[in-house]
């Protein structure tokens, strides 16, 4: 049986920056990924449109001065195949691939109490040791393909936006039917409408967006930016959400209403999910957030043509409650005349039958069906893998009623583990390469203290545990999130998951946090 010091489980930015740090820093490092490439989310989503919500040169790896000189984002907001291209390029530059075990699920992860090490067994069922298990397993990984009646029997194309194909459909003279309004429809849609004969869209809920206005790089603001990469790097994690978002140190309801309006205006020109720092209230002040609500709901009437589907466009929902979309003409799109909107909110899709889909006594017919409706978030594809900790107990069984760990990062009864941007740390509400690269680090100086102490194993305490999830749970509860509408953030997208509010709120306080648990011999945890 192959030994290693660490397992890493996936090769998305996560694991191959785990797989890099830990390497230099002399461990064993083997990654099982189940795809044939690196890039894990940006490897799978592959949709037409597919593009990050962040700035480009935010949304990249900052652990390497030179890599971080040497690469040039072509736009403001990078698109799939350039963020795999960038992936590709940090695997070749760092010769990561050697130690990456491609087309390879881990089935089961199981402690062994008797010399502290964990057996992984992936499903062509080859057995590993290993002291230390990394799950890079993402958070959006697990892709979410509702029971439907009838799926089975559609004779058209079914795809799913998270698990797109390599080979690029062609909607070209197709009836396209599209079911879901989130993030990803919503960067679909405009494309899918000028390539198809006709795409009907399927909304159980309207989902708020802001224009991207992406654009082709700025090259001075590159040049300006890469002169001072680190104190911009620095500056940006001293914020919420690890973000250059100019927050705004006012309470929207300060402002009169033309006052605000002009705010809302600049940032909706300015475009992105900067739209969210407006004012400093807009998540936990009900009053302060309708403003921002009404003024996107005047948008959406100003730019769709008939008011009825103006209507059903404008979210009744908390903005920001659930992500906020990033799009490209996407409300434009509905006054193309061969785009139809279908509301499902009252009346659920009945079945979908061999020829399309049937909706409150109607048949729509299609030749290609797209699922455009999400994840089980960022405890799916960790609960999809048999990990079994102390005693048999598995992690399933733990985390029945909702994830419960301590700092997002380790969970009690499972010694040795560690999840990067696991539930419980700021994860998906922060800049998801900042996170990455703060676990990354924490964790490879926790194995480095371990080693350099003659320690083999490390657990959360049961009370550590226990008071990291009252404190996530505070924290969210002072703010608009956990209650204000349907979102994946709480699982309540998928039926029967426990609904938690899973994130931690606030990326420089959760860093604090962090560093004091390491600066003082690992405070909560058990060492042995
Ligand atoms: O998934 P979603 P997504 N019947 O869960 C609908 C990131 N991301 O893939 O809202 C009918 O947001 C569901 O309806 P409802 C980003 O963090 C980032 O779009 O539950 N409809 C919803 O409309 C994002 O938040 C980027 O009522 C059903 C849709 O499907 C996250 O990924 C781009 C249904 C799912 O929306 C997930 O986004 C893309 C059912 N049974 C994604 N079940 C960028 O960086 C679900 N729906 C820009």
């Given at each position: ?9 996936g090769?998305g930015f996560a ?25 894990g989310t940006w490897?799978?989503n ?6 990050c919500d962040v700035?480009?040169?935010e949304y ?75 799950m890079a397993t993402g958070c959006l990984s697990k892709h979410n ?17 998270g ?19 989130g993030s990803s ?22 989902s ?31 914020r919420y959400a690890a973000l250059?978002n ?27 999910l900067?739209?969210l ?6 998540g ?36 920001g409650c659930k992500r906020l979309c990033v ?47 999400g994840f089980d978030a960022m405890t799916g594809a960790l ?19 909702g994830p419960?760990n301590?700092l997002g990062l ?9 999840t990067i941007t696991g539930p419980g740390s700021p994860s998906v509400l922060a800049n998801m390469m900042v996170a990455i690269e703060q676990h ?32 996530v749970?505070?924290i969210a509860?002072?703010t608009?999130f956990p209650?204000?509408c349907n979102s994946w953030y709480t699982g309540a997208n998928i039926?029967?998951k426990?609904?938690i509010f899973m994130p931690y709120l606030g990326y420089?306080?959760y ?18």
């Amino acid at each position: 049986m192959q030994k290693f010091d660490v397992a890493v489980v996936g090769a998305g930015f996560a694991g191959m920056y785990a797989l890099h740090k830990l390497r230099s820093l002399g461990f064993s490092v083997r990654v099982f990924e189940v795809g044939d490439g690196v890039g894990g989310t940006w490897y799978w989503n592959r949709y037409p449109g597919a593009r990050c919500d962040v700035n480009s040169l935010e949304y990249s790896y900052q652990f390497s001065e030179e890599l971080q000189q040497e690469w040039n984002w072509s736009e403001r907001y990078a698109s799939q195949p350039e963020i795999l291209d960038y992936a590709n390029h940090v695997a070749n530059r760092f010769d990561l691939c050697r130690d990456i075990q491609f087309n390879t699920r881990v089935r089961s992860l199981h402690f062994d109490t008797k010399c502290d090490t964990w057996h992984l067994k992936t499903e062509q069922g080859d057995d590993f040791q290993t002291q230390f298990c990394i799950m890079a397993t993402g958070c959006l990984s697990k892709h979410n393909i509702p029971k439907f009646e009838g799926l089975d029997d559609f004779t058209g194309t079914v795809l799913h936006t998270g698990t797109w194909p390599q080979v690029q459909p062609d909607f070209d003279g197709q009836r396209v039917g599209i079911i879901g309004t989130g993030s990803s429809a919503i960067q679909l849609i405009p494309l899918i409408a000028e390539w198809a004969a006709s795409l009907t869209v399927f909304q159980r809920t309207a989902s708020f967006s802001i224009p991207a206005h992406n654009a082709p790089m700025d090259k001075e603001h590159e040049r300006q930016i890469k002169a001072d990469y680190a104190n911009f790097r620095a500056a940006n994690s001293q914020r919420y959400a690890a973000l250059n978002n100019h927050p705004s140190a006012i309470s929207a309801l300060e402002l009169t209403a033309t006052e605000r309006d002009t705010v809302y205006q600049t940032r909706w020109e300015d475009g992105g999910l900067t739209f969210l720092a407006s004012f400093k209230d807009l998540g936990n002040n009900l009053d302060a957030n309708r403003t921002a609500a009404e003024f996107v709901h005047s948008k959406i009437r100003e730019i769709v043509k008939d008011p009825a589907v103006a209507e059903l466009l404008s979210p009744q929902t908390v903005l920001g409650c659930k992500r906020l979309c990033v799009d490209t003409d996407y409300y434009q799109t509905f006054n193309r005349r061969n785009v139809t909107l279908v509301d499902i909110s009252k009346a659920a899709i009945e079945k979908i039958t061999a020829n399309g889909v049937l909706s409150n006594g109607i048949e729509y017919e299609f030749d290609a069906l797209i699922l455009a409706t999400g994840f089980d978030a960022m405890t799916g594809a960790l609960l999809d893998i048999d990990i079994r900790g102390k005693n048999g107990l598995s992690l399933q069984e733990k985390w029945q009623d909702g994830p419960k760990n301590y700092l997002g990062l380790t969970v009690n009864g499972f010694p040795n583990l560690f999840t990067i941007t696991g539930p419980g740390s700021p994860s998906v509400l922060a800049n998801m390469m900042v996170a990455i690269e703060q676990h990354v680090d924490w964790i490879a100086d926790c194995l480095c203290y371990l080693r350099s102490n003659s320690l083999q194993c490390v657990e959360a305490s049961a009370s550590a545990e226990a008071n990291w999830i009252e404190l996530v749970n505070a924290i969210a509860n002072q703010t608009l999130f956990p209650t204000g509408c349907n979102s994946w953030y709480t699982g309540a997208n998928i039926p029967g998951k426990p609904r938690i509010f899973m994130p931690y709120l606030g990326y420089p306080s959760y860093v604090e946090k962090c560093e004091d648990v390491a600066a003082n011999n690992y405070r909560g945890f058990e060492l042995g």
